[in-house]
Every structure is written in structure tokens, then in C-alpha cells.
């Protein structure tokens, strides 16, 4: 059998990104938490063994992967009454592309909005490179796939949103 993740040593090493990327995606103090404890429990249950120097990579690209699941799918369990969604006027920001938009959201209400519309792989993609700030090739560590796959489900998912902005903005 083999031997079981350091777990105190990487939930005191990697606790802080990982409960910083949720806050990230969630906006939610208390809920980032939750998803962040929950994905050390799953590293512990799930994940891979810590038993050399080299193995923190493979635990932090894991916990990565675990922890935008599981904010991605706590985003796609809430359920916003419409009130709450026309309530506030977003701010102009600029999108993918360099395109401006008067109307625009933040990266949060774009990922909860496309959350149901877009595979999850792209939706993954699209975090880890334009929210979470990774490089194509850490994303590709992260999600398990190749570097050429990357590019491809950034552009799906580039895809979803303009045609997602063409329908909201219409």
C-alpha cells in the first residue's frame, strides 16, 4: 500500500492558494472555505501519494484541479432569485479579444452565468488561464492534458462567450 499524502504538511503549504483561488471564483468567504477544506479531504481519500520532493507539483496540479471543480459546481448549486440578477448595473470592463462592452460582468457573474452553458473542461480552462492567471502550460499540468489541448478549449469557450454576449447584449 502506498503511503498516504502528508496531509498536514500540504494543507499548512498549499492551503493559502487554494482557499485565494476559491475566494476568486466563489466571492464568498465562508463557501471558499468549505471547498477548500473539502478538497483536502478529498486529497486525503482521493489524491495522489506526497512521498518525495518531487511530488508537491503533482499535489498542488491535483488540489488545483479538485478545488475549481468543486467551486465550479457550488457555483452551478446556487440558485439567484431574477431580482437579485437585474438588481445591480455591471461595469464596462474589456472581454477576450480586446473587444469593450458597455455592458459588461466580471469575471465571477461571466463564469457563474456560462457555469451551465459551457463543458466543464472549458469552463476549467478558462479559469485557471484568465482568472487564476496560470500559464497555458501550468493549466494543461493541472487539468491532465496535453499543451496543444489548452488553446482549443480556450477557444471553445471564447466561442460560448461571444455568443453568450451577443445574446445578452441583444
Not at 494543507?11 to 466571492?27: D, S
Not at 452553458?117 to 491532465?144: H, K, N, T, W, Y
Request: glycine share 2%.
Amino acid at each position: 500500500m502506498p503511503p498516504a499524502p502528508r496531509l498536514p504538511i500540504a494543507y499548512l503549504r498549499f492551503v493559502p492558494a487554494i482557499r485565494l483561488k476559491c475566494r476568486r471564483i466563489l466571492a464568498n468567504e465562508d463557501e471558499a472555505e468549505d471547498v477548500a477544506h473539502e478538497s483536502f479531504a478529498m486529497l486525503l481519500q482521493f489524491g495522489p501519494t506526497w512521498v518525495g520532493d518531487a511530488d508537491p507539483q503533482l499535489v498542488m496540479a491535483w488540489l488545483y484541479r479538485t478545488s475549481t471543480r468543486l467551486s465550479i459546481d457550488a457555483l452551478r448549486r446556487r440558485r439567484r432569485p431574477a431580482s437579485e440578477n437585474a438588481s445591480a448595473e455591471p461595469e464596462a470592463s474589456w472581454w477576450p479579444g480586446g473587444v469593450r462592452v458597455e455592458r459588461a460582468l466580471t469575471a465571477r457573474e461571466l463564469v457563474r452565468a456560462l457555469s451551465t452553458r459551457v463543458r466543464e473542461d472549458e469552463l476549467q480552462a478558462a479559469v485557471l488561464c484568465r482568472i487564476d492567471g496560470l500559464s497555458q502550460e501550468e493549466a494543461a499540468m493541472v487539468l491532465e492534458v496535453s499543451e496543444r489541448t489548452v488553446p482549443r478549449l480556450l477557444e471553445r469557450f471564447d466561442t460560448h462567450v461571444y455568443a453568450w454576449r451577443r445574446e445578452y447584449l441583444a
